[in-house]
């Protein structure tokens, strides 16, 4: 086997894991959205983002088989106008999980003082703040769309490479890990006195303890969730520190590229998964989807709550 016949093996498995994480990320936005539940619109604004950002890999994947296989020579100029979109929309993934983690920092450490500080109208300001700053942040990867055959290249590409290297390394690397192990450590110690006070209050005993089970799990998600995105994101951060004290071949910045969309591919494809083993309320809801009942609202059966963010 060759090294094409690798390229095509890896970008096809790749493509396959790509479809099946459009396909579980989908099933997520379809079940999240039948839950009817404020706290979730996050975690389903996020599968939304890893929906679109796993079709754009996939398209740019099967632009990979279409060049190597000379099919359609000359599609990976095509890369030059996914690149600005994508970036956009992994920046706004990115800030968007830093968001989810802090919203449920805030629930668990203020449950009393969450709704009116952090109200719905609130989250829309910030979210539409972190989709401006997400486009803002993108301008240099559309200029180099936009200045590519002009006479200032060489400048666009100075530029690009500080924004590559120095202010992604700042924005899209320290900042988001920063906040995300902050909140997370936060969460962590929270939900321990939480638990060492609940194991000697007698009143956990009581029907109220489905609560306290559904927050519970709903902070076990985030947990899992952010820390997929440090364990992805990470490596690439450790790299660019890297880059910025020595000198890399071209060859090892691909190879890193690769493995960054790898990764990334894996991040996204695994949300489905964690939702079914981690939500009893998600998988309650599924097989009620999947079995074309409606799901019973009885109190023995109802299906275990989740807190408010």
């Not at 679109?52 to 190597?68: K, N, P, R, S």
């Not at 668990?108 to 009116?116: E, H, N």
């Not at 590519?148 to 924005?171: E, K, Q």
């Amino acid at each position: 086997m060759d090294y094409v016949d690798i390229v095509i093996l890896l970008v096809s498995t790749g493509i396959v894991l790509c479809l099946l994480g459009i396909i579980g990320n989908s099933i997520s936005v379809y079940v999240l959205s039948k839950l009817n539940s404020k706290p979730l619109r996050l975690l389903r604004y996020l599968n939304v983002v890893v929906i679109a950002l796993l079709v754009m890999i996939v398209f740019a994947l099967m632009t990979v088989v279409l060049e190597i296989e000379r099919l359609v020579p000359g599609t990976l100029n095509v890369f030059l106008c996914i690149a600005p979109l994508f970036s956009t929309l992994q920046t706004f993934g990115a800030y968007l999980t830093v968001f989810i983690a802090f919203v449920r920092c805030l629930a668990v450490t203020m449950p009393f003082r969450f709704s009116t500080c952090m109200r719905d109208s609130v989250q829309n300001k910030l979210l539409v703040a972190i989709a401006v700053f997400s486009l803002l942040f993108n301008v240099p990867v559309f200029l180099l769309w936009i200045l590519i055959f002009s006479d200032s290249f060489s400048f666009v590409l100075v530029f690009l490479h500080f924004h590559a290297t120095y202010l992604s390394l700042v924005f899209s690397c320290i900042l988001p890990i920063l906040v995300i192990v902050i909140c997370n450590v936060i969460l962590v110690v929270s939900r321990c006195k939480m638990r060492s006070v609940t194991l000697h209050n007698d009143e956990c005993r009581s029907p109220g303890i489905r609560r306290n089970r559904g927050a519970f799990q709903l902070t076990c998600l985030v947990l899992t969730i952010t820390v997929m995105f440090i364990a992805t994101h990470g490596p690439l951060g450790v790299y660019k520190f890297v880059t910025l004290t020595s000198d890399i071949s071209s060859k090892v910045t691909l190879h890193v590229v690769l493995f960054s969309i790898f990764m990334t591919i894996i991040n996204s494809a695994t949300n489905f998964i964690f939702y079914c083993l981690i939500g009893s309320e998600f998988r309650t809801t599924l097989i009620s989807l999947c079995k074309k009942t409606p799901c019973f609202n009885t109190r023995r059966n109802r299906p275990i709550p989740l807190s408010a963010m």
